[in-house]
């Protein structure tokens, strides 16, 4: 059984900071990409943030510039800070990783956090 296990959402005034992280558990061979997604109401979900295990990064063009995603492998957690935050950053975070379960499965599967809040708001 894995988990991803999230923390760090919260209310923050516009041009707070928060810091997420997701920390994954259980029983699996190694973690690939891991990343953050966000739903706001009526929305679909988006992306918003991925890094490899290697480390290369990508970022949806409105957290560029506000948004840092790290990892640390050893510790197999996942964090996003977010900097500047504005109104528009409001919606549920989630957590995702393509995990490999074991050795000589090749495929990764990706699992899901449940979701953190995050509101910005005055």
């Known amino acids: 059984q894995v988990q991803l296990a999230e923390s760090g959402g919260g209310l923050v005034q516009p041009g707070g900071s928060l810091r997420l992280s997701c920390a994954a558990s259980g029983s699996f061979f190694s973690i690939n990409t891991m990343g953050w997604y966000r739903q706001a109401p009526e929305n679909q979900r988006e992306l918003v943030a991925t890094?490899?295990?290697?480390?290369?990064?990508n970022y949806v063009d409105s957290v560029k510039g506000r948004f840092t995603i790290s990892r640390d492998n050893a510790k197999n957690t996942v964090y996003l800070q977010m900097n500047s935050l504005k109104p528009e950053d409001t919606a549920v975070y989630y957590c995702?990783?393509?995990?490999?379960?074991?050795?000589?499965?090749?495929?990764?599967?990706?699992?899901w956090g449940q979701g953190t809040q995050v509101t910005v708001s005055s």
């Open positions: 995702n990783a393509d995990i490999r379960r074991s050795r000589t499965y090749l495929r990764t599967i990706p699992y």
């Open positions: 890094i490899t295990s290697g480390g290369s990064t």
